[in-house]
């Protein structure tokens, strides 16, 4: 796994695209809605290949292994919480097949859905779970860790914590944030952020905020606080509902590409695209 200092290097030598979304492409792909995207991945691992290959081809330098929800704690619903490790493992090594010219990010992401509070017995908890993924991430062989879509510090401190305890290397983090630089629950989102790279964050910023005229002014506002790399990996735009119950991001390609140029000249370090976007987004921000 490289070292934060590793990754500062290959910034510096020009590394800043990432990959897009994930999984409302494996929805397109044929995955059912409802369905966990590591399991169905796992049966179905193609379909993933496919779309990574793309990402690859458009020009992502990281991609990102599909284990976005593979914790213990969540792999207990579907009675394998004792493969936890074998599944990130698995993951991680699929997504290193796609290209040899990529890095691999193991994927975390937040457990608040799995806690009512972070008092000590459940930060304890947190840890735990994610040691046990890191673990499975680490043994899969990916380059550095990407942590995003967290919502409270105590998820990303678990995070650190359970890294360094597993003497895991670069990990990067993104929260899901609120256009004025606060994080959902209200916090100012740059302290945070802060506070997070002098604990030892490769790189830190956002993802699954919606692209728009205030997106720029967004990485503005935290390259205030944040003196290493920043991540900016927003939506195409605001979802839209249809009465097929599912997410629809109208924003097209060149418009979200403008909003991307327009937040690197802001400060952005490394970017990509969250919810609605795919290899032609990519693609885009490349030129």
């Known amino acids: 796994m490289l070292t934060k200092q590793e990754l500062h290097k290959k910034i ?14 494996l929805m397109k792909a044929g995955m059912p809605r409802g369905v966990p995207t590591e399991l169905w991945v796992l049966d179905h691992p193609e379909a993933l290949l496919s779309l ?23 792999l207990a619903s579907h009675g394998l919480e004792d493969k936890t490790e074998d599944i990130n493992a698995r993951l991680v090594r699929l997504t290193r097949s796609v290209s040899p010219d990529v890095l691999v990010a193991g994927n975390l992401t937040t457990l608040a859905a799995f806690t009512d509070s ?16 890191i673990r499975g991430l680490t043994d899969g062989g990916a380059d550095l860790l990407a942590a995003e879509t967290l919502m409270y510090p105590q998820e990303a401190e678990a995070i650190l914590t359970a890294a360094e305890l597993e003497g895991a290397g670069a990990v990067m983090y993104t929260f899901t944030m609120q256009p004025d630089a606060s994080l959902l629950s209200g916090m100012p989102a740059g302290p945070v952020l802060q506070e997070l ?11 699954c905020v919606a692209a728009d005229c205030m997106t720029a002014g967004l990485v503005s506002k935290l390259r205030r606080y944040v003196r290493g790399p ?8 605001n979802p839209i509902i249809g009465e097929d119950k599912i997410p629809h991001y109208p924003m097209e390609k060149e418009e979200f590409a403008a909003i991307i ?8 370090t490394l970017v990509g695209g969250c919810c609605g976007t795919d290899p032609g987004f990519i693609a885009q921000l490349k030129i």
Not at 13 to 25: H, K, V
Not at 55 to 72: D, H, K, M, R, W
Not at 197 to 207: C, D, K, R, W
């Open 230 to 237: 920043l991540i900016c990996k927003p939506n195409a735009g």
């Open 197 to 207: 790279e002098e604990m030892g964050a490769a790189a830190v910023g956002f993802n």
């Open 118 to 133: 972070f008092d000590k017995g459940n930060f304890d908890l947190l840890v735990e779970n994610y040691r046990r993924q």
């Open 12 to 25: 510096s030598e020009g590394l800043f695209l990432l990959d897009g979304a994930t999984g409302s492409n």
């Open 261 to 268: 140029a327009d937040c690197r000249q802001m400060g952005a």
């Open 52 to 74: 990574q290959r793309a990402y690859a081809e458009a020009g992502s330098q990281i991609l990102y292994a599909p284990t976005f929800q593979a914790q213990p704690v969540a």
